[in-house]
């Protein structure tokens, strides 16, 4: 384990969205008391906070912004793709994933907005 990964680790399981350490930001991990799992893929440790069946966030890959389950692929990637007016089938075809992760990525962008409407009709 590496020395950057070890103060990540030891940060808060609720942290913040966007909190800086050191001057720079930190991965994220999920709310909620998910647990860090770790696999062998490809010969090489993998770590990840589950968010669904698809979606991940893992400290060491895309500073852990939400990604499709065992690739690189940022779940915003696709849902710009989706939002220029793109398919679920030609989306999930073009990243050789499947249907249903894409279908995930828009239920956790709709649970997200949802979430801010909730915080915004609370300061109101």
């Not at 103060?7 to 991990?29: C, D, E, Y």
């Not at 679920?88 to 075809?93: G, L, N």
């Amino acid at each position: 384990m590496n020395k950057r990964y070890a103060t990540q680790k030891a940060q808060p399981a609720n942290s913040a969205l966007g909190r800086r350490r050191n001057g720079r930001k930190v991965a994220i991990r999920p709310k909620g008391k998910r647990k860090l799992v770790r696999e062998i893929v490809g010969g090489e440790s993998y770590e990840y906070y589950p968010v669904g069946r698809y979606i991940v966030c893992a400290p060491e890959i895309c500073r852990g912004r939400p990604t499709f389950k065992y690739t690189r692929i940022d779940i915003r990637h696709a849902l710009g793709l989706l939002a220029a007016g793109r398919t679920i089938e030609t989306v999930a075809k073009g990243y050789e994933l499947p249907v249903e992760a894409i279908q995930e990525a828009l239920e956790l962008a709709a649970k997200a907005l949802h979430q801010q409407e909730k915080s915004y009709a609370k300061a109101a």
